[in-house]
């Protein structure tokens, strides 16, 4: 009889608690049982690890009683990482392999019925809890995944290829190597990958013409407020919106983890993302689930994916409405926290909403080169599909314009990236100095606090917020609109100037009243 403990990890949102792979091998009728509330894909290791050890010439005990335990019985595991570590823990409760010399070291890995590992979601997930928790333990992983889980700053990362690399390290004294010159591939330490000083980003040079939505990029992402889009089709708000990305301060390293983290989860992440800001673009048909996340186990939405990115939502009124509705509470808490009856996970959501939308069904109310047939009544109820509370929470609504051809043609190059690049990053160094966060995120006495408006300020405010009929919310939005750009302005106070232009980016829609 022979008793065995392997250590692994599970995943549940972005969190990776510990799971302890128990295996008990005893005389008795030969059966092989896995518990601890392991999914369909986990339960289907019996078959993988057993394939994967008698074709690496290793002995499966197919005499013997094998009893898997995955402990805590009452979390649920899913995924096929589990492979790995239940093979190695029937070689160590065998006596093939040392089972004292696991301990300090954690397993993840999906067997092939050869018994090369394959890669396995979530492992940059792993690596973020172990470095959290400030836990010290070596991580075994296959390729690509041990590349992924090396980012995390100080973590012991070792890539093995092959089921008989893992049994190689860990042999007991004296015995042979399980494996001829030749087979088989080094069991070494993943480096931490090389990382770029800068990613690459489309241009806003590319966007000729544009000036009052160039400019309300630029205040979008010196002060993380979200933005809307509106204007005829053609007019390049898609070009614009795809360039945004490049205009936001570069991440710092517990921001770049977390997005990477969370694509990791989702099985989307490859090293040469490192360090970008992720831009998340889906299709008008996604649903809310597909949004903000669901599933069972929860998976990670469109908000989650593009965590210290931007989502740009085209054709914003064709969404469904529910699926819009549940992005309020996200852009207020940058969470969005997941419940179902058995579990509970909550994801990062901190993105900057970019959206874009036409004026009326047919695209061209205020086009300069086609009539717009719609009614009033057909354009109030195309833009009525977009609630009050939505556009509430988003900061600034700009026009784009139509340019005509012969001013298209003759317009030269915008400006760069870099250069508006440089002059949002020196308003939020400004902002953090002074506040220690963007200016989106103030609130409560920290907006009175920080705001600093002066006397004609505050009287334009008053004036502006009792004409256009502000809610409270949209007051705060424009006042920290205005403070932003005092920032861009290199200004100390925010003066009835910033408070002006702030107003104009509160564009209110028929059906937004």
Known sequence: MGLSLVQSRA???????????????????????????????????????RSALQNSGLEFPHDQRITVNLAPADLPKDSGRFDLPIALGILAASGQIDAGSLAGWEFAGELSLSGELRDVR????????????????????????????ALVPGLAVYRARHLLDVVA??????????????EGETFARVPPPARASEPAYPDLADVKGQASARRALEIAAA???????????????????????????PMAVDEALQSAAVASLAGHFTTAQWGRRPTRAPHHTASAVALVGGGSPPRPGEISLAHQGVLFLDELPEFPRPALEALREPLESGHITISRAAQRAEFPARFQLIAAMNPCPCGHLGSRTRACRCTPDQVARYQGRISGPLL???????????????????????????????????AHERALARQGHANQALAGRA?????????????????????????ARATHRAIKVARTIADLAGSQATSAAHIAEAVQY?????GGK
Do not use: C, Y
């Open 392 to 426: 509430d929470r988003i900061d600034l609504h700009v026009e784009v314009g139509q340019l005509a051809p012969e001013e298209l043609l003759a317009a030269r190059s915008g400006e760069a990236t870099a250069a508006v690049r440089e002059r949002s990053r020196a």
């Open 447 to 471: 907006i009175d606090q920080h705001a600093r408006l002066d006397d004609a300020a505050t009287r334009f405010l008053h004036a502006a917020a009792a004409r256009l009929g502000w809610s």
């Open 506 to 510: 509160r564009r209110a829609l028929v």
């Open 11 to 49: 995943l549940l949102g972005l969190a990776a608690p510990a799971v302890t792979v128990e295996v008990h091998l005893s005389n008795g009728l030969p059966s092989f049982t896995l518990v601890g509330l392991a999914d369909l894909e986990v339960k289907e290791a019996r078959e993988r690890v």
């Open 169 to 182: 390290r860990f042999q007991p004294t004296g015995a042979a190597p399980p494996l001829a010159e030749g």
């Open 122 to 149: 979530g492992a940059l997930a792993m690596g973020v809890a172990l470095h959290h928790a400030g836990i010290d333990a070596r991580l075994v992983l296959p390729p690509g995944s041990a590349e992924e889980a």
């Open 223 to 249: 002060g993380g407020h979200s933005l809307l889009m509106i204007g005829p089709p053609g007019t390049g708000k898609s070009m614009l919106a795809q360039r945004f990305a490049g205009l936001l301060p």
